[in-house]
């Protein structure tokens, strides 16, 4: 199995669901392993030095979601693509940031993953038990998320800023910034 598959699982399998705001990397060997791996022992034999750009999408995503935000983001912000543009946008909200996050979200446009985001967002919201009875803004987002029919990170920033502030409970928006992230790496594992 790639180191890809194995840091992937390791992260899902994470709990507590990594903070909205974090201040340090979850687990630096995991960091050193995504940072220091060969791109065929990374990926698989199917990553190429073609692909380099899409290799480092890959490895941006993975120190984005172990919470290693200066690793994520001096890589994030050597790609000037979409891609890119993204995994720059969660960090500078991960770490707090929101105005530079909505620079990068409207750097981003309208992304291709954006239609998978919304899907499992979606998913994962209304499976939950009654949200408009038992979380009033999580049937708030989900009608926001409806209405625009696509994902919209900078509803997600407020949201995110909401809690910050101790204005909303954090953990589904724990939940939804898991799939926002996972959901972004999957896209670009299939870019190679």
């Known amino acids: 199995m790639p180191a890809f598959d194995e840091i992937v699982q390791q992260l899902q399998e994470r ?3 990594p903070p909205l705001y974090p201040t340090q990397p979850w687990n ?15 990926l698989g034999p ?14 941006a995503g ?9 690793a994520s983001h001096s890589i994030s912000q050597g790609l000037e693509n979409a891609t890119g543009s993204f995994w720059h946008a969660i960090m ?4 707090g940031d929101a105005a530079n996050s909505h620079y990068w979200w409207r750097r981003t446009g309208a992304h291709p993953a954006f239609a998978d985001v919304y899907e499992n967002v979606l998913a994962a919201l209304q499976g939950e038990p009654a949200p408009e009875v038992a979380k009033p803004e999580v049937a708030e987002f989900v009608q926001a998320l409806q209405r625009a029919a696509t994902w919209v990170p900078m ?3 407020g949201r995110c800023e909401m809690a910050r502030r101790g204005q909303l409970q954090s953990d589904w928006l724990q939940q939804v910034q898991v799939i926002e992230i996972s959901t972004l ?7 190679l």
């Open 15 to 17: 709990r507590p669901l």
């Open 28 to 42: 630096n060997t995991l960091s050193q392993q995504i940072k220091m791996s060969s791109a065929a022992d990374f």
């Open 46 to 59: 199917e990553a190429s030095a073609a692909a380099s750009d899409k290799v480092a999408a890959c490895r």
């Open 62 to 70: 993975l120190l984005l979601w172990n919470d290693d935000l200066e």
């Open 92 to 95: 500078h909200r991960r770490e």
């Open 155 to 157: 509803e997600f920033v």
């Open 185 to 191: 790496l999957r896209w670009c594992r299939a870019q």
